[in-house]
């Protein structure tokens, strides 16, 4: 396959409970696909690869086989022509909330929320994935799935409402932080060196400091980006917090 594009399409299967024979399920949805796919596509000669994942959100232990073969009686009489399939499972519960914790990406948000609900956990972890985050767009994705979750009752609308008020703040916050750092970038060039500009820069880095103290960041973080003294930037730090 080297230099040459590969597509693989995934089959994702949602399921809330137990289903002793998923495996034959999804086998039957595969091969549904494939026919479809052959009898849309009449000069094809092979088929595309399918990566088929059940995701388990329900309360109770997963127990049913993810393999075919397991479901047949004497599968193996048949020797090298019994039929082989499996499906890749993921299943919320089996992951502990320290996992969860450790792995902080945009997946693991939403397994806390559903198999480890705790708002003001959830809030913490929203507002650090949109700090860490370089796609904010993909945020949005969490805040929508809150609200499905609402949506279903799975949680109450005040805790979505709590969500949406950190994505705004946080959202126009960011705004805030690329406005100041793209004025400071542009007042730099054109001014350059000129003489008495270095205070109207400090100003600059000084709001640029504001913003960041409002998002989270440390004192030594601000003041690798800033140049700012430390205690330039404790103060501003009081006064936001006054």
């Not at 000069?43 to 073969?69: C, D, E, V």
């Not at 479901?71 to 009489?77: R, T």
């Not at 703040?169 to 805030?176: C, D, N």
């Not at 600059?204 to 913003?211: L, P």
Request: aromatic share 12%; no cysteine.
């Amino acid at each position: 396959m080297r230099d040459r594009d590969a597509y693989v399409m995934i089959l994702l299967e949602f399921q809330s409970r137990v289903d002793y024979f998923m495996s034959l399920r999804i086998l039957n949805y595969v091969t549904n696909f494939y026919m479809d796919y052959v009898q849309n596509n009449t000069k094809l000669r092979k088929l595309p690869a399918l990566f088929p994942i059940m995701l388990y959100n329900g309360n109770s232990k997963w127990r049913a086989p993810t393999k075919i073969t397991e479901l047949i009686e004497n599968g193996q009489l048949p020797g090298k022509h019994q039929i082989r399939f499996e499906y890749f499972k993921i299943a919320e519960n089996e992951y502990s909330k320290q996992k969860l914790l450790k792995m902080r990406n945009l997946v693991s948000t939403l397994f806390l929320a559903e198999t480890h609900y705790d708002i003001e956990l959830l809030k913490d972890e929203f507002v650090k994935l949109f700090e860490r985050e370089e796609d904010k767009s993909s945020i949005s994705l969490i805040l929508n799935w809150f609200l499905q979750l609402k949506r279903f009752g799975r949680i109450e609308e005040k805790d979505y409402k709590a969500f949406e008020r950190v994505y705004k703040e946080k959202e126009e916050v960011h705004e805030m932080l690329i406005t100041a750092l793209k004025k400071e970038k542009e007042e730099y060039f054109r001014q350059g060196k000129a003489e008495g500009k270095e205070e109207e820069k400090a100003l600059r880095n000084q709001e640029i400091a504001k913003v960041l103290l409002r998002l989270g960041h440390d004192v030594k973080t601000i003041q690798q980006m800033t140049k700012l003294l430390v205690q330039e930037i404790e103060a501003l730090k009081k006064m936001l917090e006054e």
